[in-house]
């Protein structure tokens, strides 16, 4: 069979996507401590500012969305780079609240938009299975980028104590300008048969696209159980099981190396098996319940041995890892490939809101639910992911059959009038 034919400089995008992930684990892991060592201001204000500012943000979705719809994709991810470098070699000097406040705020509007662009990105440069191969090779470089972050991160603040909270936040403005220098070999090609119908394209466009909402409204649900790893898991792990707390780092170690090494070679299995995105989403989903089902086991059980609770968590994360790695490819390539061309923009702006909102859900609801029960969130969690994975299937025979399906297509580099190529 022959190979499709890829969009040149195709490479990049993953590579890019490396070094921004890079720049993003310099301070996830560390983010109320590194904004109130480069701010100077106290947890409760940084806390708050970063709850308010995170949440306006959400609205910069619409705006970025209709962006990428009438200029590119690539050129909303400089726009979005670009304010990101600014950002974060502002923090430093943000000693004052107001300003705090105000980078933050831009900042974290970029952050929450970037993730749209890109996935339109994804479905600019990539046709057929070449998309779930490239979302694959992305998130998997994405994910040990998160790694060698932190672990830089964790280096840097080390060897030069405070300071290198400074550091770092420089070192993450640096990461995010070299992520977008190296998308410049990257040529997105649009329909210019497109261009009068990506001018008429709204978002009534999206809302009224009832089996799209569906998708957007399953990844709610399991975007809930990808904010369990990093809020419910240490929760559980300390307060419920009384572990070490050692253990909540190996779960997250366990969980990026899988997803680093394991991503590309899980999601090439999916597909040679031939599996339906639904399905492929749907039988992740499922592997979250399973994962959520066993730690409701060691919480009822609650093993006093070192050795066997430690065996048993890892054996619940490599689980609840194997789901991720082929819920998520297929998830993210069904949304891009079901958004019609001229809209993509405003679809994945539209789908990127199911993960921010579980993003600001997760925290109070999984504490909510502990405090009557520390096995009653993981009891939830099965449940929403179930409903998920029944969405899924359900909504299948009503999405376009190349979304449901991936399918080797051969990108044509015919004439102007059928393709051209977006300007970086």
């Given at each position: 069979m022959k190979k499709p034919d890829r969009q040149p400089g195709q490479w990049a995008l993953p590579v890019a996507a490396a070094v921004n992930g890079v720049g993003t684990g310099l301070y996830v892991p560390f983010t109320l401590v590194f904004f109130h060592s480069v701010t100077g201001l106290s947890f409760t204000v940084v806390g708050a500012v970063l709850t308010v500012t995170g949440l306006i943000g959400l609205t910069a979705l619409p705006l970025a969305g209709a962006a990428v719809d009438r200029y590119g994709a690539k050129r909303?991810?400089?726009v979005l780079y670009g304010v990101r470098v600014a950002g974060f070699a502002l923090y430093p000097f943000a000693h004052a609240l107001p300003a705090f406040a105000a980078v933050a705020l831009v900042t974290a509007a970029a952050d929450r938009a970037f993730p749209a662009a890109q996935q339109a990105l994804i479905g600019e440069v990539a046709r057929g299975a070449d998309r779930d191969r490239l979302q694959a090779a992305t998130r998997a470089l994405q994910n040990g980028g998160n790694g060698a972050g932190a672990l830089l991160a964790s280096l840097v603040i080390a060897f030069a104590g405070p300071t290198g909270y400074t550091y770092t936040a420089w070192g993450n403005a640096l990461s995010f300008a070299l992520a977008a220098l190296l998308l410049r070999p990257l040529k997105p090609v649009?329909?210019?048969?497109?261009?009068?119908a990506r001018r008429r394209a709204g978002y009534r466009m999206v809302l009224a696209d009832r089996p799209f909402l569906v998708v957007t409204g399953a990844n709610f649900l399991n975007a809930l159980s990808y904010s369990a790893l990093s809020v419910?898991?240490?929760?559980?792990?300390?307060?419920?099981?009384h572990a070490p707390g050692a253990l909540t780092g190996s779960a997250f170690t366990v969980n990026t190396v899988l997803c680093a090494l394991a991503g590309v070679y899980v999601g090439s299995r999916v597909r040679r098996a031939g599996a339906r995105r639904t399905r492929a989403a749907a039988l992740g989903a499922t592997l979250f319940s399973a994962a959520f089902a066993a730690q409701i086991v060691l919480g009822t059980l609650r093993p006093t041995s070192g050795p066997v609770l430690g065996t048993a968590l890892t054996a619940v994360v490599v689980l609840y890892t194997l789901g991720e790695l082929i819920h998520s490819p297929a998830a993210e390539v069904l949304a891009v490939s079901a958004a019609p061309e001229e809209a993509r923009g405003r679809y994945m702006a539209a789908y990127q809101v199911s993960w921010s909102l579980a993003k600001a859900v997760a925290p109070s609801l999984f504490t909510t639910l502990f405090a009557a029960d520390g096995r009653l969130p993981w009891a939830v969690l099965i449940a929403t992911s179930a409903v998920a994975a029944a969405l899924l299937i359900r909504v299948e025979r009503r999405l376009p059959a190349e979304a449901v399906r991936p399918r080797p297509v051969t990108v044509a580099h015919g004439p102007a009038t059928a393709t051209a190529p977006v300007a970086a």
């Open positions: 909303v991810q400089y649009r329909s210019t048969t497109a261009a009068t419910l898991f240490p929760l559980f792990l300390l307060e419920w099981l």
